[in-house]
């Protein structure tokens, strides 16, 4: 046999070898290492180069999710315990629990999958592109988008992207401080991300709506670019295999020298030796032709089974493929961007656009022939075969040779230590105190809460046509939407059939700096209760968890990180609302200016997705009209902790907001029951700024007013303070718009038992577009121009960019 | 069919907006530079550059650049010669922005594709670079400073600063 580019492992120890090895940026640990070297010795050879780099890419952290997947030691005070796998315990065990036979293929595939009408199915995945995205903007959101979306097209047989979503967290634009040496500043980040995530989706003709962004300066050196797209797909296609005897079908774009090492760099702090290999620039049209083909070939059933080139490029894609067959690959064969690539440079180049196919051989023929037409060009590799082992040769060169249940099942686990210590629950202290008018108007001027229009609009999210609640609402199409609505009639070609889809994010860092835990309730809530707002179905949503965190070798962070698994998982049991998929991006952390560690806060964004029975009685968030009824849904209690209000006061302490599931369902279930009849005329969420910030988004974007009374919102009985009232962030609450005349239909939707939620009438709006608010003792606690209050919100982000 | 191998050649396509059309690329790239301190720029334009290379003619690239790189409506082309550049007193430069050889450029792959679809020869391999043409009195070593900030990411890009006709 002969072995090239050998790379000598069978006589160092450990400790080389991890030198070694890091030189490569293969983020291999030394256990990791021994196992390498245990395996070759009994195979009493060398491992090839290429050997080790595909166990590298296939056991780095960010294919085998190492940090979910292993043992933690968790100590909390006095208490350990032994977390077998943090992945199957939380949110393997939670989607269990919820038993959903609308789940078609959760955690298996490239997305999750839940039924859709009779005949379809979604397929969605969230996923995060930071580490590319901080050392290049442009390209690293654009291949995120790109990537996102092959995830959705290699999910089963292959899903039509009906939309993209998008997530952010930044540093804030008007950062003033210094920045190490080749950093780039917040504002040069969020512009190039979101003109990549832009040129992406909007080449590809998919509607980008339902994004966020939020501003922390903690985010500076690592932004979060989280990206997701859903996909439509016919029940047929869900299910794929590969049968031994298929031929293995490279198709799309070139593999060039681009991308090498992204899954193992992106495994590692970010630290200033970065590949540039590891950043490249997005070939959106590529990728059009390589998905209008292999839709057109998934209708004809020309192919087995399909998975997208992601990190690790071929040799996860045909790893992952052949996992329980195996696989014979000659590298030859693949159409090169240059000339003169070495094997496992082919192996494991990460370019773009690429996807592989499992293809019985009669269909071969006719599969070209429909890629051909799109200008697609394909090759084919090799073939699946019964000998469970991966075999990869480049001409005469052996380039890998390795048992496949070594490669996906050989990765020893290292038990790591966590520790968690519960924040003191200390008492709001600190800031000056501001009257109520003047924390409205900076709440809402505030870079988390103000107009994101900015950015909106750079997105086409018209395009497919189905787009029915926009992420811009009200009268001047500029309110902020909860949610959007897409009816994806264009792809499913019924326009009798109504059945549509939202998709909602939840996410706040803020609550995590007090407790990650309440943090990931509140984040799944949010989700919600935004679906809820819409007209989406909250008793079927469905929920992609994506966690960002910093180093997890840091037993604080891990332990964080483990509570706010555990919070995910309480959340979806609550809400008995399944995860079908995931992903975590760790170890975002730098070195700041002066050479101090500056981990992110730890960020869970939850992305939701339900069903909206029929478009027709979607919602938008504006108010309708004067005279109308006004219902707070949900209970007000204390919770001011990690609230906007704290954070415009400069105060900290305080109970972070605890969201109650059962309760919350509730009333979610109650206010879409009553918009099914048409009842409701406007809904939204409370989440950062809490009532006042609701009230003020709903007035100024349907230009009426509202009269609000404090002493008449449902809550706990120690509140005395209007401003809690006004501000508090409990969880689980909505503010609805109704007809006078429905008000009776609407309330019978609602349970009396104790722990149905509470609902009542807190004000009505009016014709004079001025938010007043009467508080406790019946004075006026505020009284503002919706007007003036729109022009702060709408000023924030075109000032801060200039 | 004759034998005759075809010359390689290099050839530089410069295409812009016509003087009398407003510029907002170029009003956006103004923007950023001034942000990043360059306060005396007065004007900035933005073209883009092709560079073509293979077995193709100057009347062919001639071909190409009329019909498929420029939109005759708005937009004008030249066949870029490259001079040295005269010294002006440092108020005209011109910063083109390339992406490192090392990096994949879709542009110049569709342009490539696109040549040959036009029934010319194909090219071996094309690149596209975005020109700024700038107005207004800058210290060359500033300028560098300001486009590696603002206009191009050392990481992935080429940026070459020089003065410029006006």
């Known amino acids: 046999m002969t072995v090239a580019a050998e790379f000598g492992v069978l006589d160092r120890t450990p400790k080389e070898l991890r030198a070694q090895g890091d030189a490569r940026h293969l983020s291999l640990n030394e256990a990791e290492w021994t196992a390498i070297q245990t395996h070759f010795r009994a195979l009493k050879r060398e491992p090839t180069l290429a050997e080790v780099e595909t166990l590298a890419q296939t056991w780095s952290e960010h294919c085998k999710h190492k940090t979910f997947t292993s043992p933690i030691r968790l100590t909390e005070g006095k208490k350990t315990r032994l977390i077998k796998n943090l992945f199957q315990e939380t949110i393997v065990a939670a989607t269990e629990a919820a038993r959903k036979p609308w789940c078609l293929s959760v955690f298996e595939d490239n997305a999750g999958v839940v039924a859709f009408g009779k005949d379809w199915a979604l397929a969605f995945k969230a996923e995060t592109h930071n580490h590319p995205s901080a050392l290049e903007p442009y390209g690293g959101a654009e291949t995120g988008v790109g990537g996102v979306i092959r995830d959705v097209l290699g999910c089963g047989l292959g899903a039509k992207p009906v939309l993209g979503t998008d997530a952010f967290c930044f540093g804030r634009p008007d950062y003033a401080g210094a920045l190490p040496e080749g950093a780039h500043h917040p504002r040069r980040t969020l512009r190039g991300v979101v003109s990549g995530v832009r040129d992406y989706g909007n080449r590809m003709g998919i509607p980008t709506a339902g994004g966020g962004i939020w501003f922390d300066d903690d985010y500076r050196l690592n932004p979060l670019v989280f990206v997701g797209t859903v ?346 609302a399944p995860f079908i998929s995931g992903k975590d991006s760790l170890y975002n952390q730098s070195k700041d200016e002066k050479g101090r560690e500056l981990p992110i806060p730890g960020t869970v964004l939850i992305s939701a997705l339900a069903p909206v029975p029929d478009a027709r009685r979607a919602v938008t968030m504006d108010f309708k009209g004067p005279g109308n009824a006004l219902y707070l849904v949900g209970r007000t209690n204390d919770e001011l902790g990690g609230s906007l209000c704290h954070r415009v006061l400069g105060r900290c302490g305080g109970e972070v907001p605890k969201a109650s599931p059962a309760c919350a369902l509730d009333g979610f279930k109650a206010v879409h029951a009553a918009m099914l009849k048409g009842l409701v005329l406007s809904a939204h969420d409370l989440s950062e700024g809490g009532l006042a910030v609701a009230a003020a988004e709903m007035g100024f974007s349907g230009e009426f007013g509202a009269r609000l009374d404090l002493d008449e919102v449902a809550r706990d009985p120690r509140i005395y303070s209007d401003e809690t009232l006004l501000f508090s962030e409990t969880p689980g609450r909505l503010l609805v718009e109704v007809k006078p005349e429905s008000e009776g239909a609407f309330l019978r939707h609602f349970g009396r038992g104790a722990k149905a939620a509470p609902v009542r009438r807190v004000g009505q709006t009016t014709a004079n577009p001025i938010l007043k608010v009467v508080g406790l003792a019946g004075n006026t606690v505020l009284e503002e121009s919706l007007r003036a209050l729109k022009d702060a919100w709408q000023a924030t982000l075109p000032g801060m960019l200039k | 069919m004759s034998a005759r191998p075809m010359p390689m050649a290099t050839h530089l396509i410069e295409v812009r907006l016509r003087p009398e059309f407003s510029d907002a690329e170029g009003a956006s790239a103004l923007q950023l530079l001034q942000a990043e301190g360059l306060s005396s720029l007065k004007e900035a334009r933005v073209s883009r550059l092709y560079r073509i290379q293979g077995p193709i003619t100057a009347t062919q690239v001639q071909q190409a650049a009329r019909d498929l790189l420029c939109d005759p409506i708005t937009q004008e082309h030249r066949v870029v010669v490259p001079v040295p550049a005269p010294l002006n007193g440092m108020n005209f430069w011109r910063v083109e922005v390339w992406l490192k050889p090392s990096v994949h450029d879709p542009v110049g792959d569709t342009i490539v594709s696109a040549i040959a679809d036009m029934g010319l020869p194909r090219p071996e391999a094309a690149r596209c670079a975005l020109v700024y043409r700038l107005s207004g009195r800058a210290a060359k070593p500033a300028l560098e400073r300001a486009v590696a900030r603002a206009l191009a990411n050392p990481l992935i890009h080429d940026a070459v600063v020089s003065e410029a006709h006006p």
Not at chain 1, 248 to 254: E, H, K, N, S
Not at chain 1, 450 to 461: K, L, P
């Open chain 1, 231 to 576: 996909g439509l797909l016919p029940r047929w296609a869900v299910k794929k295999e590969v049968k031994p005897g298929d031929l293995i079908v490279a198709a799309g774009g070139r593999t060039g020298r681009d991308g090498l090492h992204g899954a193992t760099f992106s495994s590692a702090n970010l630290a200033e030796n970065a590949p540039t290999s590891a950043v490249q620039i997005g070939h959106a049209i590529a990728e059009k032709r390589l998905l209008d083909a292999l839709l057109r070939a998934r209708d004809r059933r020309l192919y087995r089974s399909v998975t997208d080139c992601g990190a690790g490029g071929f040799s996860s894609a045909i790893g992952e493929l052949g996992a329980k067959c195996g696989a014979r690959v000659r590298l030859e064969a693949a159409p090169l961007k240059v000339a003169g690539l070495a094997g496992w440079e082919i192996w494991l180049s990460e370019s773009q656009e690429r996807m592989v196919l499992a293809v019985p051989p009669k269909n071969l023929k006719a599969l070209e022939a429909v890629f051909a037409a799109e200008g697609c060009e394909t090759a084919v590799l090799g073939e699946f075969t019964s000998t469970g082992r991966l075999v990869v040769a480049h001409g005469a060169e052996s380039v890998v040779d390795l048992d496949m249940k070594f490669l996906h099942k050989g990765l020893p686990k290292v038990e790591r230590a966590a520790s968690w210590t519960p924040p003191p629950t200390a008492k709001p202290a600190g800031g000056a105190a501001k009257p109520p008018a003047q924390i409205l108007r900076e709440m809402l001027a505030h870079p988390n809460v103000c107009s994101r229009e900015w950015v909106i609009r750079q997105y086409d999210h018209e395009v497919q046509g189905g787009t029915v609640i926009k992420p811009l609402q009200g009268v001047r199409h500029d309110g902020p939407g909860d949610a959007c609505v897409i009816w994806p009639h264009a792809a499913v070609g019924d326009d009798s059939d109504f059945s549509a889809f939202a998709v909602a994010h939840g996410l706040n860092p803020d609550y995590g700096r007090l407790d990650p835990y309440w943090m990931a309730m509140a984040c799944v809530d949010e989700a919600l209760r935004n679906l809820t707002c819409v007209g989406a179905d909250p008793a079927r949503a469905a929920l992609l968890d994506n966690f960002c965190w910093a180093s997890p070798d840091d037993p604080k962070q891990l332990g964080a990180l483990v509570r706010a698994a555990e919070g995910c998982r309480d959340a979806a049991k609550g809400f008995g």
